[in-house]
Nanobody, 115 residues
Framework: QVQLVESGGGLVQAGGSLRLSCKAS????????MGWYRQAPGKRRELVVS???????NYAESVKGRFTISRDSAENTVHLQMNRMKSEDTAVYYC?????????WGQGTQVTVSS
């Protein structure tokens, strides 16, 4: 089992930056895959980026070159640095922990990009 607490959402102008954080209640190395997902109004939840316990990273095409995932193992925290943001990045962002047998979700944090 793992609890996830997200922080860092908010309102930003197009072209600006935001940093999201997700703190897990257990070691990141005990979690197969950590990921950030997002869900815009009327749309399905989609993967933004994921990172395996071994450090393999997978970005959605729409965020490549703009978003960067990193992890602080000492703090059991994963960060998502979002730069050059666009209006289409507006969504609720969710942290996800995949333990293989089960997937856990954070409560979500709203990100709004104004044009």
């Amino acid at each position: 089992q793992v609890q996830l607490v997200e922080s860092g959402g908010g309102l930003v102008q197009a072209g600006g930056s935001l940093r999201l954080s997700c703190k897990a209640s257990r070691s990141l190395f005990s979690i197969n895959v950590m990921g950030w997902y997002r869900q815009a109004p009327g749309k399905r939840r989609e993967l933004v980026v994921s990172i395996t316990s071994g450090g393999i990273i997978n970005y959605a095409e729409s965020v490549k070159g703009r978003f960067t995932i990193s992890r602080d193992s000492a703090e059991n925290t994963v960060h998502l640095q979002m730069n050059r943001m666009k209006s289409e990045d507006t969504a609720v962002y969710y942290c996800n922990a995949d333990l293989g047998s089960y997937r856990y979700w954070g409560q979500g944090t709203q990100v709004t990009v104004s044009s």
